[in-house]
């Protein structure tokens, strides 16, 4: 089946240092949606891309869409405490009732 | 304000033992899904469904099955619950507008 892979799994990072984490698929994907999830907490959605090679940018995170919609990435510039938890991207398949295919996810730390 | 709940944070099951997760959302939404989360491998659909009495298996729909007797609340069902079935329970509903999940706090089931 249709699978996202998500890279790295694990980022440990000095506050104010940049971070990404990167969003592939061997198929072209629909829309991707971006998730955060605290740690102990559930995932809340972030931001979602539609079109080919889509920039958006909330505030210190800036979310992109490859030009071949087969890869997606999001950057955060100058890390914070508060920028702590996973990240998930997701693949949004419409004509199944807006299921998502989920990537792995990346774990951000966060060292003060 | 937005708001799926689910019936418990924390639960504790012997092997065989049948199991209930409730999942109540207030928004309205036809689509509901079941989701269980695994350190390194994200959310993993399980069951989703379009509306009430409808239901649609997911990537990993063995061992469960799902309820879905009124609009607002799906119910996933483990119906002889295995160590392996050991977990984190997410339940969302999407808004079919932007297909934004929402999510619940979660259960951590662990089958003992």
């Known amino acids: 089946g249709q699978q996202v892979m998500q890279i790295p799994q694990y980022q440990h990072v000095q506050e104010g240092e940049d971070f990404t984490t990167y969003c592939n698929s061997s198929t072209t994907l629909s829309n991707i949606q971006w998730y955060k999830q605290r740690p102990g907490g559930h995932p809340v959605f972030l931001i979602q891309?539609?079109?080919?090679?889509e920039v958006k940018k909330q505030k210190r995170l800036t979310f992109q869409f490859g030009e071949a919609k087969k890869n997606s990435s999001l950057h955060i510039t100058a890390t914070q405490t508060t920028d702590v938890g996973t990240y998930f991207c997701?693949?949004?398949?419409?004509?199944?009732?807006?299921?998502?295919?989920f990537g792995q996810g990346t774990e951000l730390s966060v060292k003060p | 304000d937005v708001k799926v709940t689910q019936s418990s944070r924390y639960l504790v099951k012997r092997t065989g033992e049948k199991v209930f997760l409730e999942c109540v959302q207030d928004?309205?939404?036809?689509?509901m899904f079941w989701y269980r989360q695994d350190p390194g491998l994200g959310l993993r659909l399980i069951y989703f469904s379009y509306d009430v009495k409808m239901k649609e298996k997911g990537d990993i729909p063995e061992g469960y099955s799902v309820s879905r007797e009124k609009k607002e609340r799906f119910s996933l069902i483990l119906e002889s619950a295995s160590t392996n079935q050991t977990s984190m329970y997410l339940c969302a509903s999407v808004q079919t507008s932007s297909y934004e999940q929402y999510f619940g706090p979660g259960t951590r089931l662990t089958v003992t």
């Open positions: 928004m309205d939404h036809e689509n």
């Open positions: 891309l539609v079109k080919s090679g």
């Open positions: 997701a693949d949004l398949i419409y004509n199944q009732g807006g299921k998502l295919i």
